[in-house]
């Protein structure tokens, strides 16, 4: 699959929020994911948002996708030191499996 | 809970020996399933896809002769790391089936190699 960039790391303090962004190249995914994956442990899906859509919000997290520019971002708000893991962005050409970016750590601190 | 299983999840073997990993599905057939491989803080790279019952498709540079897949039954994927080396150490993560109104794929839990 093509390239899906994402920045590499990221560190916040407890209680502020994190956003994750994320650019991928295949416009003809259906949807687009975000997985999280603490140390040593696989991949759980995070959330995931419809490419027709703008915007998802689900609890502490908020997905924004601006598909003209081919960018997604992924908010989590009032971030706590449990939510430090890496997090991948996913996108998912048609007929082919996920094709994932490099992750982005996100430490966050007390 | 679960429903993609691997097994094992962790294995230390030496050098020159070969490492079948598994993957299941759990409760449902799958004649699908997807093989990555993760480096330390890299991201998931596809391996290959393994097709019950037929060859599996392998990504370009990977060697289809060290990593064996066999998809002998619609609940099962096996990858064979044979002759294994330290450079073959890796976090291998197998995915099947998923949900037809989101797209979400299972993933199994990841089966840790480390060859000595």
């Known amino acids: 699959g093509e390239d899906v960039e994402q920045s590499l790391f990221l560190s916040v303090r407890e209680g502020d929020s994190s956003v994750i962004n994320c650019t991928y190249t295949d416009s003809s995914s259906t949807y687009l994911y975000w997985y999280k994956q603490e140390p040593g442990a696989g991949l759980q899906l995070l959330t995931y948002?419809?490419?027709?859509?703008d915007m998802k919000q689900d609890q502490r997290l908020t997905v924004l996708l601006n598909k003209k520019d081919k960018h997604l971002s992924l908010r989590i708000a009032d971030t706590q030191t449990g939510d430090s893991a890496i997090y991948f962005c996913a996108d998912n050409p048609p007929g082919y499996a996920l094709n994932f970016g490099k992750g982005t750590s996100l430490l966050v601190t007390p | 809970g679960a429903v993609v299983s691997q097994h094992p999840s962790w294995v230390i073997c030496k050098s020159g020996t070969s490492v079948k990993i598994e993957c299941r599905s759990l409760?449902?057939?799958?004649?699908?399933m997807f093989w990555y491989r993760q480096f330390p803080k890299q991201s998931l790279m596809l391996m290959a896809t393994s097709n019950e019952g037929s060859k599996a498709t392998y990504e370009q540079g990977v060697e289809k002769d060290k990593f064996l897949i066999n998809h002998a039954s619609l609940t099962l994927s096996t990858l064979t790391v044979t002759s294994a080396h330290p450079e073959d150490s890796s976090f291998y993560i197998c995915s099947a089936g998923g949900r037809e109104d989101t797209g979400e794929l299972f993933f199994g839990e990841g089966s840790r190699l480390t060859v000595l």
């Open positions: 409760d449902f057939q799958a004649t699908t």
């Open positions: 948002i419809f490419s027709n859509m």
